[in-house]
Structures are given as structure tokens and as C-alpha cells.
């Protein structure tokens, strides 16, 4: 059995597209559909708000939506949400209803202490789980993490183990030299790409965090771009997951007066080796973000680098591609932090669908904005 999922892990590496065959980026386009709010309600218990990370299943049509409360209103959770049919000649849907909550529990059925999870990402898997993470609380001395978690019962079932370069020094207060991720910095992007033809075949995740590590930063004035790693892992159906490789996410230099700029959301596409990647400022002016696509042909395994707070001459990062600046639809953007593929379209196309964090503040909202994501032209990779 050992032999027999060596083999599929390496199948999967040989036929990964990270490798130099996937050079081009994808001819796709997005139409805006419109937006839905959620408003701000008590839902069996709980303060529905904070969604910071979103995810599509496709077999009962349903999306799960994660929100970021610490356990502080009530016990960490997601939510299951139903898209209404949309009204005839439309493609937004009717509205957007809440049709449960499920509460995260640890592997002895817990629920998890108020202060002691800051979930952020979510992506449901092929065996019908789903894989969470937390940022953690690094000035708690609480290391973030990433766990699968049972659709039906919230209660983790497996845990992604990190590599000791994302985890924070110890002591925590005062590493030297310092390294790993930052406090309220940690694991936001978290996504799975489906490869298998059943439930049980191995499967890919992606996790980044929203910034760069301590040991990466950037040291070199000319390129503005902060340094984010990707991390790609093999899920077998026996056995740990598997870490196939790391590659570097620049992001794009924050404009002048931002306050908080990071990678909040990452979204597999149906070709391997092909991501969305949201990004998200705050600053004076409020709310901004960008979505690109992103493409992992030829990009440097970076796990066996120290630092890349240095000159990348040598690094090859992922490729990106500007998609849609979020300014550019003329309407009030709020946090947005989740993002994920969503039902087909009648004329073939998929629909996307990026939600917004409220942080439980009166003054924000719980913003949902739809697209129509099509390929202009058949690609072949």
C-alpha cells in the first residue's frame, strides 16, 4: 500500500504543472453580475459576520462560509449558505439565505476557547471534509495551523503539518533571529485543487499566508514587491500529506497611504497549475483590491531557501496577470477576503464569487459580489 501511494504522489509531481511546461496565462474574461449584502442577524445563537473565507460544493449546490470569529460571540463556526434561484432573465441570484451553522470542534470534540483560533481559510475537499486554517495568535504564543475538519460535525479529523520555517520562533516574544509567520499575518489563502476521478484519489491543497515571513523581509529598495510563499501539499487518501514544493507570490507594492495590504483569498481553476489570487488593501482612502490570474510554470521551488529578503536574481516567482482592479466597478468596496467558484451558468461560463469581512463593526457590511468568468478562446496548456 506504502509503494502504491509513493507512486501516485509522484505521479502527480511529474505531471504537476509547476514544471516548465505551463508558461501562458489563460484567456479569461469577467462580467460583473451584481452584488447581495447580508445583513447583519442572529442566527441559531450566533452574530453572523466576519466571513473571511469562502468555498463552493458543488454537489448539493450550497456554499460554506467561514467566519473569523476567535470563539469571542459565540463558538468558531461556518455557515451554510443557499443561492436563490435568480429572478427570469437575470443571473444574480434572488438573494442569499443562511441555512445552518456548524461549529468547529478539535480532534477530541471540543469546541475551540475563546482566543485560541483566528480561522481565516477554507476549502472543501473531495471526500467531502473540509480544510481550515488559523493565523493563530502569535503574541499568545498560539501557532497557527491548518486541520480538515468533518463536513457534517465540525470536528477535525486530520491536521497539515507546516514546515518549521512558517512556524514563529521560540520564545515567541523575542526570536532571534526572528522567522516564521507574523501575528495577525498568518494562513488567509487556503485552496484545493480536485485531480482525482473519485472521492478517494489524491488531491492537491495551497496555503499561503497573507505576508511574508519575518526571515523575508525585504531588504532591496528598488522592488517594492513584499514576498509571499506559496505552499503546494499532495492529500493521499492513507498516510500525511505530502509537500511537493514552495514558490514565491510577489505582491503588488501597496499604494501610498495604505495601512494593511496582503493576499487574502486564493481560487484553483479547473486547468492545474492556474490560480485566482485576491488581493486587499486598506488605507485613507478605505477598501481596495485586485484580482489576478496566476500561473506556476517555471516558478523556483523556494523550501530549500533561507531568506528571500535579498535580491531574487536567481528565484523564478509565480507569474501574475491583473484580472480586475475591484475600483474599477464603481461601487463601495468593503473587507473582501473570500473568494471561490461558484454553480455554472446557463450559457456554459462559471460564476465567481468574492465575499466581504466585516469585522462585526456597525459601519461595515457583509458584502457578496458575483461574476460571469469565462475563456474567451479554447486553451490547450
Known sequence: MRLLLLCLCLLLTACSPSVAQVRQFLPLELEFLGEIQIPSQEFAGTLVGGLS???YDRTTDRLYALSDDRSHHAPARFYTLRLDPPEPGQELPAAIAIEAVTFLKDAQGETFPPG???PEGIALTPRQTLMISSEGDISQGIAPWIQEFDLTTGQAVSNVRIPARFLPATPIRDPDPPHGIRNNLGFEALAVQWTGLSAPDPFRLFAAPESYLSQDQRRTTEDQRERIRLLHYV???IGDPVLVSENLYLLEPPLP???????TAIATLETEGYFLTLER???LTGYSAQLFQVVAGNATDT????????ELTTVQPLQKQLLLDFTSLGIPLDNLEGLTLGPQLADGSQMLIVVSDDNFREEQVTQCLFFRL????PFSP
Open 53 to 55: 473565507g469562502l468555498t
Open 374 to 377: 469565462t475563456k474567451t478562446q
Open 235 to 237: 492529500i493521499n487518501p
Open 281 to 283: 488593501s486598506f488605507g
Open 257 to 263: 497611504g495604505t495601512v494593511a495590504h496582503g493576499l
Open 303 to 310: 523550501s530549500r531557501i533561507a531568506t528571500l529578503g535579498g
Open 116 to 118: 485560541s483560533i483566528d
